[in-house]
């Protein structure tokens, strides 16, 4: 972990084991963590995004940053990474449709971005927007199931720059490929794994609460917060345990009890102490 990640914990005073990095379990095997994914511009398929994303582009990029702040800028990819480094995270994956994985991320804290953006007074969330290309992501063309595009996130400010929430670069050592999110995805281990947008273009703060894609689709399903509570079902299923990904066979998956805020609780329970998390869920 770089300088920066070790002064930001200092100034949270949470101990670096205790942030999720390291994380106590195993990373999930590289082959699942590659090809079992969630990227519904390449395809609804658990295997779409890998398989279908070919000729997927990811240079040149650049992500803008603006809104309610004092410097907005449109940075290039690789100017970001220079600017704010990278670092090792091993964080926990939980999908609100009960899987879960455990991801070396590497990349860097979404606040030190923030913070060179200089957040006015009246911002109060930030607004996330992935790329629309239709000619390189076959799912955004059409076809049977569609959420609309872009697909769009958001977060509160606090949850924001909370030092667990990153800007991942990379994954297992390498750059993103395109089906993780290439180049820059944002990663939030605490919530369900919906809320970390993939191929992000656009950051921006905001005094609403930006609109959210799953949300959109069906608000009573999948909430703004959408943080991991094991105790606050979905509508179609029990949220109380998990699939573990790269662990089990054909014949009988592993399962492990969810863990509220996926374990995070001790670093982000707080962020949520005067809420009711049934209402806002
Ligand atoms: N742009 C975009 N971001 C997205 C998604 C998506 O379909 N499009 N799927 C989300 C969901 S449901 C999950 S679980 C995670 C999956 O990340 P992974 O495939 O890297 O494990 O990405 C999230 N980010
Ligand atoms: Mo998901």
Not at 5 to 20: D, F, K, M, W
Not at 259 to 267: H, L, R, V
């Amino acid at each position: 972990m770089g300088a920066e990640g070790a002064r930001a914990s200092t100034a949270q005073g949470v101990p670096e084991t205790q942030r999720g990095w390291p994380a106590v379990e195993k990373p999930t095997p590289k082959q699942d963590v590659l090809n079992y994914n969630n990227f519904y511009e390449f395809g609804t398929d658990k295997s779409d995004p890998a398989e279908l994303s070919g000729s997927f582009k990811p240079r040149p990029w650049s992500v803008q940053v603006d809104g309610l702040v004092d410097h907005p800028q449109t940075w290039d990819i690789d100017a970001l990474v220079t600017q704010f480094g990278q670092q090792e995270r091993l964080y926990r994956m939980r999908c609100v449709e009960a899987w879960s994985m455990v991801i070396p991320w590497s990349g860097f804290e979404l606040a030190a971005l923030l913070r060179a953006a200089s957040p006015q007074q009246a911002a109060r969330y930030v607004a996330f927007t992935s790329v629309v290309r239709p000619s390189e992501m076959p799912g955004q063309a059409g076809g049977l199931f569609s959420l609309k595009w872009p697909y769009v996130e958001g977060l509160r400010l606090d949850e924001a720059m909370h030092p667990l929430t990153l800007l991942a670069t990379g994954v297992y050592g390498e750059d993103l490929p395109a089906q993780s999110g290439a180049p820059i995805r944002l990663v939030v281990p605490w919530k369900y794994g919906f809320k970390g947008i993939k191929s992000i273009t656009r950051i921006t703060l905001t005094d609403k609460k930006p609109p959210t894609s799953w949300n959109l689709m069906a608000p009573e399903e999948y909430g703004f917060y959408a943080n991991v509570n094991p105790e606050v079902d979905h509508p179609r299923w029990s949220q109380a345990s998990e699939q573990i990904i790269g662990e089990g066979s054909v014949f009988r998956t592993a399962r492990k009890p969810t863990q509220m805020f996926n374990g995070y609780a001790e670093q982000v329970a707080g962020l949520y102490k005067n809420m009711n998390l049934r209402k806002e869920f």
